[in-house]
């Protein structure tokens, strides 16, 4: 069965620190996709980024950066020169095929960051 | 602006009652999913359809239901057989069942408590 695991359950950082969030994921698959959800205060999840099992590039998306490590099952999030708004609940997601179910998404536990002004 | 809209916002349910917790969207897709967010336990799927008139059992299903007559709208009827219902309720959609590198889109939730 496929598992996401998110050690860290809350962050704290003062504003323009550099913040990693960590992910590691398990499955059996060698096709699968992994993405990056935000959830604000509002609650609504944002899609960030999505990186397929066969793409290990590194990358960057202004002050987002995502590290895609296959030999170590991680996907990990750094967010540099942290801002008051980055303070949200990040989400890991893996998404898998099955023939019976289709596409799903396993979700991790999730990392509350709180960025300090 | 295509999207997904989720009402009410916030919803109290009495013992014994059943409510229904709308999501409609409006991005014409095939796919259509619920999730439970308990704190600490990210999100835990409890019902999805892949087309209209269809739809299949996730990892938490008892105690909840679900019509899939337009592809609009996956409304959510949380039933007095689920004995802990509150918590904050996700709706998604995504493009198509199949497509596992399509991410899902969300709407803003209802948060349900029990009076």
């Known amino acids: 069965a496929q598992k996401v695991t998110q050690a860290q359950t809350e962050i704290s950082v003062v504003e323009k620190e550099d913040v990693t969030l960590d992910c590691v994921y398990e499955?059996?698959?060698?096709?699968?996709?992994l993405f990056w959800y935000k959830q604000p205060p509002s609650g609504e999840l944002v899609f960030l980024i999505r990186?397929?099992?066969?793409?290990?590039q590194n990358e960057i998306s202004g002050r987002y950066s995502w590290n895609f490590q296959k030999s170590t099952s991680s996907f990990n999030f750094t967010i540099t020169a942290s801002q008051v708004v980055d303070s949200a609940v990040y989400f890991c997601?893996?998404?898998?095929?099955?023939?019976?179910?289709?596409?799903?998404?396993?979700f991790g536990e999730g990392t509350q960051l709180t960025v300090n002004p | 602006d295509g999207g997904i809209t989720q009402s009410p916002k916030y919803l109290f349910r009495k013992e014994g009652q059943n409510v229904t917790l709308s999501c409609e969207q409006n991005?014409?897709?095939?796919?259509m999913y619920w999730y439970r967010q308990d704190p600490g336990q990210g999100l835990r799927l409890i019902y999805y359809?892949?087309?209209?008139?269809?739809?299949q059992k996730g990892d938490i299903a008892e105690g909840y239901s679900v019509s899939r007559e337009k592809k609009e709208s996956f409304p959510l009827t949380v039933t007095s057989a689920q004995k802990n219902p509150t918590a904050f309720y996700l709706c998604?959609?995504?493009?198509?069942?199949?497509?596992?590198?399509?991410?899902?889109?969300f709407g803003d939730g209802t948060r349900l408590s029990i009076l």
């Open positions: 990186r397929n099992s066969f793409d290990e």
């Open positions: 359809s892949q087309i209209v008139n269809d739809f």
């Open positions: 997601a893996l998404s898998e095929y099955k023939e019976t179910s289709g596409s799903r998404l396993t």
């Open positions: 998604a959609s995504s493009i198509d069942w199949a497509a596992v590198n399509q991410p899902q889109h």
């Open positions: 991005l014409n897709h095939d796919a």
């Open positions: 499955t059996r698959d060698t096709t699968y996709y």
